[in-house]
């Protein structure tokens, strides 16, 4: 089930995308004008698994090259963002110079004192032929995708909001998701054929404020998902509602939730606790889930970030139940997240990443296992350039028994150009 020729896509995205510009999140930047930013990053990256197959597939090194742009323009009450690259490739792994993974984001937001107004939208596109990969969207859904054929996604999102500052808060938004498959194959998590589907989804929140400790959390949204496999789109409705309180330490919280699935009901119940510590807060959450299908399966999660003089340090861990994903299927969803960071000299960090995600599919038992483990060592050359050489080991399987794994080593070169007016 492994797709040849796939691209490194744990240390490679990690380290290269680096380079990318932050339209929305740009840093000393006064408010007005505009502010242009052009990212050049350009390197070698080699490995012994070029896929990763699991038949051993071959040793490959490429040259990269990636050019990205972005725009920023803010005022007091608004602002607009923009940004765009795309990979230029070529060595053992293809014959010819090879322009790969396009991709666009935007977002403008406006708001007054006491509402906003939030749009975005962004475009990828990737040849599967090029990595089998896991797909973390913004809602923290989990795909495994799987074949030959051109990927393409489009998301757009609007969202209004009031009350920011009253005890009372409300929230509407929409978003649509499309995805489009080309030129190729592509299958899922349970090995049948994806075909080009579309996700349409509404929904409302409020936040109530019942006392200076107290907060009444709720939102309802409704999903329609389409593939072309059925006449009528699949409907989802969830409903969650949840309850926190604020203590010296942290707050406490409770959440429950219901899912009307085309499948039938989903539900459950979860409580957490937050612990504020000097050098960072913990936070865990824990709660059970039953199924349409009738089984009852452990949710909750684990979350911590440390500061240390010289070190930073992240671990989260969560499993969860959804079924917004491809396939609209039943999945359990677990996910650990482990970083490191450690700064050498002024202008030098080590850092060390771990990411291991698991999807099961409760209809067919289904069941695919991705992780990756970068190590990367950062330099600042110049003032301007920034060095990059690391070491990224993944390990893929699923149901079907196939195993793959590979070594791979890369050095980058990048930069970032700022012009501000």
């Given at each position: 089930?492994?797709?040849?020729r ?14 990318l510009?932050?339209?929305?999140h ?10 242009l930013?052009?990212g050049?990053?350009?390197g070698l990256v ?11 597939g ?10 990205s742009?972005?725009l920023?323009?803010?005022?007091p ?12 490739r ?7 110079v090879g322009l790969?993974s396009p ?5 403008f ?9 939030e ?14 990969f ?15 054929a051109?990927?393409?996604t ?13 005890m ?15 030129s190729g ?9 994806l075909?080009?589907n579309s996700?349409?989804t ?11 400790a107290?907060q ?8 329609a ?11 989802t ?30 539900y ?25 299908q009738?089984e ?11 500061t ?12 969860d ?9 039943e999945?359990?969803?677990?996910r650990?997240?482990v970083n490191f960071t ?14 291991a ?21 950062s330099?600042g050359l110049?003032?301007d ?8 080991y993944?390990?893929?399987?699923d ?11 890369y ?11």
């Amino acid at each position: 089930m492994f797709a040849p020729r796939a691209a490194l896509r744990g240390a490679w995205l990690t380290a290269w995308l680096a380079a990318l510009p932050l339209a929305g999140h740009a840093q000393s930047y006064e408010t007005g004008g505009i502010q242009l930013t052009f990212g050049t990053a350009f390197g070698l990256v080699g490995t012994d698994n070029e896929g990763p197959r699991s038949d051993g597939g071959e040793s490959t090194i490429d040259a990269r090259f990636t050019p990205s742009f972005g725009l920023l323009t803010q005022t007091p009450t608004s602002s607009f963002g923009f940004e765009g690259a795309t990979d230029i490739r070529y060595g053992t792994s293809s014959p010819d110079v090879g322009l790969t993974s396009p991709r666009v984001e935007t977002r403008f937001e406006t708001h007054s004192a006491n509402a906003g107004l939030e749009l975005t939208g962004n475009f990828r596109q990737m040849d599967l032929g090029e990595e089998k990969f896991t797909v973390r969207d913004a809602d923290g859904l989990t795909d495994f995708v799987n074949g030959t054929a051109t990927r393409q996604t489009s998301r757009a999102t609007v969202e209004l909001d009031w009350g920011r500052d009253a005890m009372a808060a409300f929230s509407v938004y929409a978003r649509g998701n499309q995805t489009i498959y080309t030129s190729g194959n592509a299958s899922g998590l349970n090995g049948n054929s994806l075909a080009d589907n579309s996700r349409r989804t509404v929904g409302a929140s409020t936040r109530l404020d019942i006392s200076p400790a107290m907060q009444l959390d709720a939102e309802l949204s409704y999903s329609a998902f389409e593939d072309g496999t059925s006449p009528d789109p699949s409907e989802t409705v969830t409903a969650t509602a949840g309850f926190s309180l604020d203590r010296p330490l942290g707050a406490v919280s409770t959440e429950a939730t219901l899912v009307d699935t085309p499948n039938g009901q989903r539900y459950g119940l979860s409580a957490g606790r937050t612990l504020e510590f000097p050098i960072g807060p913990v936070t865990a959450q824990i709660g059970a889930m039953h199924l349409p299908q009738g089984e009852t399966v452990m949710t909750g999660s684990l979350s911590t970030f440390r500061t240390y003089v010289r070190s930073e340090f992240e671990f989260a861990l969560s499993r969860d139940v959804s079924s917004l994903n491809e396939q609209d299927s039943e999945r359990l969803n677990t996910r650990m997240r482990v970083n490191f960071t450690r700064a050498l000299t002024r202008d030098a960090e080590f850092q060390i990443n771990l990411d291991a995600v698991q999807a099961r599919d409760f209809e067919t038992d289904a069941e695919s296992f991705d992780t990756t483990l970068d190590i990367l060592y950062s330099k600042g050359l110049t003032k301007d350039w920034i060095g990059d050489a690391g070491y990224s080991y993944r390990y893929i399987e699923d149901t079907p028994g196939d195993m793959a794994q590979a070594n791979t080593l890369y050095l980058l070169l990048r930069r970032k150009f700022v012009t501000s007016y």
